[in-house]
């Protein structure tokens, strides 16, 4: 009721600062809006003035799709007839504004707004300013109660950053540490993964096989403005299981790249590949201009996933972010599939003051950076201009090049006991894989303002507070 009487009453009902005075070329009759059409000015921050006229529908007559949107108790579909009033009359609308709120429980109003285009192509930038505009305007939708704002208010837009972020893998330690900095963004993050343990409390969480269609289905169901794609059957594992690999690291993969890019309006797909894909061994120098070369199953099914990114990317349907991760300290102790866990086990054992065999050498090179700097790369890559990457769209996240022993030496410092609890006997096959890293250039990385940990105290001290 409060909402119909501002809007008949023309009340600049929603931005204070962007609307004008609204007017009714055709006006509600005895208290029905249906049918009724207003014109509502407005110049939103981009610069634009819209002159936007706008009829109330039934919501029996708007399409399906549309209607399957409905969440909340309370819903208005209104329809954008054109910017002339010789539009009012016109046979197809250039698209829909569905609105829908209700009592929160807690003397407050949730309400959501969804735009949805039809005949007014836009851009994934167009759909950013229309959001913002969105946000502030129902954040006005209720009567402000003792002075305060309605308790909860969520605005979606098709493709635009306030519809979800999905993020698979949410369970690993890489991505609960995604998930929570996205919710302390405000975020409407949906959180996918096997399991749905370790995943933090208020993402909607869909736990599933990546490789069903109905759990990709679940997690798109409200649609996408991004995606964090972190799942994989990791190194060791694909090595046992080349098949287990393929069905998740590459068909679940393409299937999601097909399915996100038609529930969203282009959105960012961010892709974890990994350095495997450079194989082993490493030439003497690495920087953008190294050929992939995989020798391990693992590698190779990320090779080729980063040509899937970039070719979507370049079709123009995705957003295309792919970041090649190095060793990623500390993961949490336990069985994880991957030949390089013991880089983090290494902590985990001189923080317990335990004795630790270290299967490569002491002056073994690793390219490493913190879990804690490699969510805010993660981060990073949501809103980053695409265009300052490579025609790849990929690029090595930076590291810091560490011989084995000085990073045991450090971490030994910060917990106060021996580096002699490290005793070294290399392992043929892993000091090849993992401890003969050479020096590393990150130059279209570090273009893009991706970052490593700075110093090697830095990274340990990180490293150590998230175990």
């Known amino acids: 009721d409060w909402f119909w009487s501002n809007m008949e009453k023309g009340f600049i009902l929603w931005h204070p600062e962007q609307h004008e005075p609204l007017s009714w070329p055709i006006p509600p009759r005895h208290g029905n809006p249906l049918g009724a059409v207003h014109n509502a000015p ?99 939708w209720a009567p402000w109660r003792d002075g305060a704002r309605p308790r909860s208010t969520l605005s979606t837009y098709r493709g635009a950053s306030l519809m979800p972020v999905i993020v698979t893998g949410a ?73 287990a690999s393929r069905r998740i690291n590459i068909d679940a993969m393409y299937d999601l790249l097909l399915e996100a890019s038609a529930a969203g309006n282009k959105p960012r797909f961010v892709y974890a590949s990994s350095i495997a894909v450079y194989g082993d061994p490493l030439p003497a120098f690495v920087d953008d201009a190294t050929p992939l070369s995989p020798k391990m199953i693992y590698g190779a099914h990320k090779a ?11 079709r123009g349907i995705i957003e295309g972010v792919t970041v090649r991760l190095p060793g990623i300290l500390a993961r949490p102790k336990g069985p994880s599939g991957m030949k390089s866990a013991f880089m983090s086990n290494l902590f985990h054992a001189l923080k317990a003051g335990e004795e630790f065999v270290c299967p490569v050498s002491a002056g073994g090179t690793i390219w490493a950076q913190s879990v804690a700097r490699c969510a805010d790369n993660f981060i990073h890559a949501l809103t980053l201009d695409t265009a300052l990457l490579p025609p790849t769209y990929a690029g090595t996240l930076p590291a810091q090049r560490i011989p084995r022993g000085d990073l045991a030496g450090e971490i030994a410092a910060q917990c106060g006991v021996s580096p002699d609890l490290v005793r070294y006997e290399p392992d043929a096959a892993l000091e090849v894989a993992f401890a003969a890293q050479p020096p590393l250039s990150t130059a279209a990385a570090e273009k893009a303002s991706f970052a490593h940990d700075g110093d090697l105290a830095t990274l340990v001290a990180s490293a150590l507070k998230t175990l």
Do not use: C
């Open 42 to 140: 407005q110049t939103w921050d981009d610069g634009r003035r819209q002159n936007l006229f706008i009829r109330f529908e039934r919501i029996e007559d708007v399409p399906a799709p549309l209607r399957e949107r409905i969440r909340l108790d309370h819903v208005i579909i209104v329809a954008g007839l054109g910017f002339d009033e010789a539009d009012i009359h016109a046979d197809q609308v250039l698209g829909y504004r569905l609105h829908q709120w209700q009592d929160d429980g807690a003397g407050g109003v949730i309400g959501s707004s969804t735009a949805v285009g039809l005949g007014k192509p836009e851009t994934h930038a167009d759909g950013r300013v229309w959001a913002a505009h969105a946000a502030t305007e129902i954040g006005n």
């Open 171 to 243: 369970g690993g330690f890489v991505g609960r540490q995604i998930v929570s900095r996205l919710l302390a963004q405000g975020r409407e993050v949906v959180a996918m993964d096997t399991v749905a343990g370790g995943i933090p409390a208020g993402a909607r969480v869909i736990a599933g096989d990546l490789g069903n269609a109905d759990v990709r289905a679940e997690a798109l169901s409200g649609g996408v403005s991004s995606v964090i794609h972190l799942a994989t059957v990791p190194g060791g594992a694909a090595e046992a299981d080349p098949a």
């Open 304 to 314: 080729m996933m980063e040509h899937a990114v970039a070719m979507f990317a370049n």
